[in-house]
């Protein structure tokens, strides 16, 4: 199942190819292609002849691709099928890619349909590579690498572990989100390249004791959008998060932390080298002051009567609105019950924020481990507007695109 934080509907009705090669993987590819097509992409499918020992056409014309290429000639109305998906489709990728089809890819071989498609495709190229750790290691297979890397070609590098032959390595294919986001990313303009971009997501935990915490329902959905729409367009993306459970590709730099406290330092540490800084975690304005290294025992009370002592916790977002450079653009999230609008222009002021994002958690289906969000969004120029109930990818998407038209 394709994370919530990857369902953007931004490339609907675009067509892709995907190839598909003979390794014991290539059964991953009919999950493949249904993943793109819960986003709406429109597949064409190319199988090697070795392919075609591990998973069969009908398998995937059973699940919708549009077209399944086998061979160079099949029949009158495939004589250039060599060539359609380089008039047609705008973005190709090839999962699994064997040892094979890449040593073919490097030095132009075109001896079958994949290759000779490959060949004759101009726009983005993907491959994923799968196989036996020694075929990865072999010195032949790096060469091709790095020539297929120097030409553009994107090479998602893959996993480490057990393989079907028994030995264990580096060479099992890479997850699915993670093709699916390097393909998302090749339809996307890359109109945030060079730009660097901070995020804050999730819950922060203040501990009471080694057993209890104070906390919030946040699961980072939101922020992971968020982070995922910058990414996609190209930024370099740092993430400050609480304990969440988010895939993210690795060139996203993740700095996970428990506390309010910790979340603080390392915003501050990372907000001096940043361009955007989008302030989406559910902090825990306040924490319990601490019992100790030991549980606390109910056995311990004189009475049926159990209270709390709490400390104000650092306002990160108003300590970052103070230390923000003019060249630097600050986004906010405030999550209220009422009067978004009004509480949204107060925070915007109070925090030295660009854009600030009031979002309900009230409204049925909105706020905390919802996936969709009712916002009202206010900037620093006068803008303001109230969105309907939105999935939280579209939020993000279009928050994305109101944040690229600040900078200069």
């Known amino acids: 199942m394709l994370p919530p934080h990857l369902k953007f509907p931004i490339h609907h009705g675009t067509r892709i190819q995907l ?5 014991i993987a290539a059964y991953k590819a009919l999950e493949l292609l249904r993943t793109f097509h819960e986003l709406e992409l429109i597949v ?3 199988l090697t002849r070795a392919a075609t020992q591990f998973v069969t056409p009908l398998s995937f014309e059973a699940l919708g691709a549009d077209h399944v290429y086998t061979a160079m000639w099949e029949g009158a109305d495939s004589a250039f099928g060599h060539l359609e998906p380089a008039q047609e489709a705008r973005c190709m990728v090839i999962a699994p890619a064997t040892a094979n089809i890449m040593a073919k890819l490097a030095h132009g071989i075109a001896d079958e349909i994949l290759s000779t498609q490959s060949l004759a495709f101009a726009g983005p190229l993907l491959v994923a590579p799968a196989m036996n750790p ?3 290691d072999a010195k032949a297979t790096q060469e091709n690498l790095a020539i297929l890397r120097g030409r553009g070609v994107g090479v998602l590098e893959p996993g480490s572990g057990m ?3 028994g ?3 580096k060479g099992r294919l890479t997850c699915l989100p993670d093709i699916v986001a390097h393909v998302l990313r090749a339809l996307t303009p890359q109109d945030m390249s060079g730009i660097k971009v901070m995020l804050s997501l999730g819950p922060t935990r203040e501990y009471f004791d080694p057993a209890r915490f104070w906390s919030n329902p946040s699961t980072g959905l939101m922020g992971g959008a968020l982070a995922m729409s910058a990414w996609l367009r190209g930024a370099e993306v740092s993430v ?3 304990p969440v459970d988010l895939w993210f ?3 996203i730099s993740r700095h996970p932390v428990q506390t309010a406290r910790q979340m603080f330092d390392a915003c501050l540490d990372l907000w001096p080298s940043q361009d955007y800084g989008l302030m989406t975690a559910a902090v825990s304005d306040f924490s319990p002051v601490p019992y100790g290294q ?3 025992k109910k056995t311990s009370l004189d009475k049926d009567v159990f209270s709390l002592e709490f400390a104000t916790n650092p306002d990160i977002l108003r300590t970052l609105g103070q230390n923000k450079a003019p060249r630097q653009k600050l986004l906010g999230f405030c999550a209220e019950t009422t009067d978004l609008a009004g509480y949204a222009a107060k925070k915007l002021k109070d925090k030295n924020c660009d854009v600030m994002v009031a979002n309900s958690i009230a409204a049925p289906g909105s706020g905390f481990a919802s996936s969709t969000n009712k916002v009202h969004v206010v900037d620093a120029a006068g803008r303001s507007e109230e969105w309907p109930m939105l999935s939280k990818c579209e939020v993000a998407w279009r928050l994305m695109e109101w944040m690229t038209h600040l900078l200069p």
């Not at 190839?19 to 390794?23: L, P």
């Open 19 to 23: 190839g598909v090669t003979g390794s």
């Open 44 to 46: 064409g499918v190319t």
């Open 134 to 136: 020694r075929l990865w």
């Open 163 to 165: 393989m079907a032959c």
């Open 167 to 169: 030995e264990k390595g």
């Open 240 to 242: 400050v998060h609480g």
């Open 249 to 251: 590709p690795d060139s």
């Open 294 to 296: 030991d549980k606390f």
